[in-house]
Nanobody, 124 residues
Framework: QAQLVESGGGLVQAGGSLRLSCAAS????????MGWFRQAPGSEREFVAG????????SYADSVKGRFTISRDNAKNTVYLQMTSLKPEDTAVYYC?????????????????WGQGTQVTVSS
């Protein structure tokens, strides 16, 4: 059972950058497809980015395309979310998630394992 721990959140001004990390305890991390989701107060959890276990496939929400980059280092059991040109509307709690089935999914219920979340706040 994978345990996920996010880090790297914080307060940043609009236009700034942050890099989120998600460390997995699972030795078979490379067998999981990974996703980043976010949830703002009063809103549903939404897909941000995903990466397949082979790293051959990535997917992004339209709202973050060209600004965010997802990557993974299977040797370190870690997935990253590099966020640039941040906007106040990017403010949310960011969660990483893992799924053992093939391919990237934008649907939260397809992910079996979740981290506790890390707060990202972008000031205007």
């Amino acid at each position: 059972q994978a345990q996920l721990v996010e880090s790297g959140g914080g307060l940043v001004q609009a236009g700034g950058s942050l890099r989120l990390s998600c460390a997995a305890s699972e030795r078979t991390f490379s067998q999981y497809s990974m996703g980043w989701f976010r949830q703002a107060p009063g809103s549903e959890r939404e897909f941000v980015a995903g990466i397949s276990r082979s790293v051959l496939s990535t997917s992004y929400a339209d709202s973050v395309k060209g600004r965010f980059t997802i990557s993974r280092d299977n040797a370190k059991n870690t997935v990253y979310l590099q966020m640039t040109s941040l906007k106040p509307e990017d403010t949310a709690v960011y969660y990483c998630a893992a799924k053992s089935s093939l391919g990237v999914s934008t649907t939260p219920r397809t992910y079996a394992y979740w981290g506790q979340g890390t707060q990202v706040t972008v000031s205007s």
